[in-house]
């Protein structure tokens, strides 16, 4: 089926499901975090964001994709047809990110630890305990958003729009020009603060980006998972989509805690690390859910219900002092 074309005048948001409305703009305040530059983009994601709802029902919106959209949005701001071209057919390449159960997710991770395995820094992870699945989900979800200053992602589009071996390629790029740092650390908590910390590093665009390409010029495209072999994942996953939210295998919400903000997530990272991949995906509650996509997806950005978890956590005390 043809897709309609894109008018940045002609999206309201009626037609679409009303549950999806509500996570997308719930979604949308968070995309920019502390990136001013990101901040004057949001109409146009959201005008963008259900276009897509129109063009790919199959896949609709799922959280992350509003980050997606953004850096498109930015790098087009007088463009907003060629914004959402660029961005559709992004989507479409590596759209089995966000399927329901997430079914490139476990053959990305593997591709990376393929092209990881041997250098210094993933040996370095290992040893400490922090698995592939602790840090890359996010980074994938957003297409290196969360470890990215938009000026290097801007920099660095055109390749990433080529797909998944791009998207791989430029994440070991960039743990590559960190490997000093990474080596430093020495305790599991310290290395899952500095990955988390990516976006703040140094880096030079034009080196990462000559380093990425030569990489992936040099793996085989073997290695890399394609639509043909994804079905072989779906029911691997450990996360599942449940209309636009990611809950866990028993159904559970956790994305976003409902009746509160998220504690902090090393925290419980650091008591989880001898237990199952499993275990760490899922939590032990919705508010226990530390390591979450929520958290993963917009760091800089309080989860809803943050205010209100600490209005009633004050109310407790106080009631506490005057029994």
Same mark, same amino acid.
């Given at each position: ?69 953004? +850096? ?18 992004? +989507? ?10 997430? !079914? ?15 250098? !210094?820094?993933?040996?370095? @992870? ?10 890359? !989900? ?15 992602? @801007? ?11 791009? @998207? ?50 040099? +793996? ?9 072999? +994804? ?11 449940k209309g636009s939210k990611v809950v866990d295998e028993e159904g559970i919400e956790i994305l976003a805690a409902p009746t509160g903000g998220l504690p902090n997530n090393l925290e419980w990272l650091a008591q989880q690390k001898e237990d199952s991949a499993s275990d760490w995906w899922q939590g032990s509650s ?38």
């Amino acid at each position: 089926m043809q897709a309609a074309p894109f008018s940045p005048s002609r999206h309201d948001g009626d037609g679409v499901n009303a549950e999806v409305l509500r996570q997308l703009e719930l979604d949308l305040p968070r995309t920019a975090g502390t990136d001013v530059a990101l901040h004057g983009c949001i109409g146009r994601v959201r005008t963008m964001i259900l276009q897509h709802l129109e063009d790919d029902p199959e896949l609709g919106y799922c959280q992350g994709m509003t980050l997606v959209a953004a +850096v498109f949005a930015a790098a087009h701001n007088d463009a907003e047809v060629e914004a959402y071209r660029r961005f559709a057919a992004f +989507v479409q390449r590596v759209r089995g990110l966000w399927l329901p159960g997430f !079914p490139l997710l476990q053959p990305s991770i593997a591709s990376f630890e393929a092209l990881a395995k041997g250098r !210094p820094w993933f040996m370095h @992870l290992v040893r400490y305990g922090v698995q592939t699945e602790m840090f890359l !989900p996010q980074a994938l979800l957003s297409m290196l958003v969360t470890w990215l200053p938009l000026r290097s992602l @801007l920099h660095c589009l055109q390749f990433l729009e080529c797909g998944l071996k791009s @998207l791989l390629s430029l994440a070991v790029a960039l743990l590559d020009s960190q490997e000093s740092q990474l080596l430093q650390q020495q305790s599991f908590e310290e290395l899952m603060d500095t990955i988390q910390g990516l976006k703040n590093c140094k880096v030079c665009p034009n080196r990462l980006l000559e380093t990425a390409e030569a990489q992936a010029k040099a +793996v085989d495209l073997a290695s890399f998972p394609e639509s043909a072999s +994804v079905a072989n994942f779906r029911r691997s996953g450990r996360l599942h989509r449940k209309g636009s939210k990611v809950v866990d295998e028993e159904g559970i919400e956790i994305l976003a805690a409902p009746t509160g903000g998220l504690p902090n997530n090393l925290e419980w990272l650091a008591q989880q690390k001898e237990d199952s991949a499993s275990d760490w995906w899922q939590g032990s509650s919705p508010i226990n859910a530390i390591g979450s996509l929520f958290h993963w997806i917009f760091p800089d950005c309080e989860a809803p219900g943050k205010e209100v978890a600490e209005t009633a956590e004050s109310g407790k005390e106080s009631t506490s002092h005057s029994m």
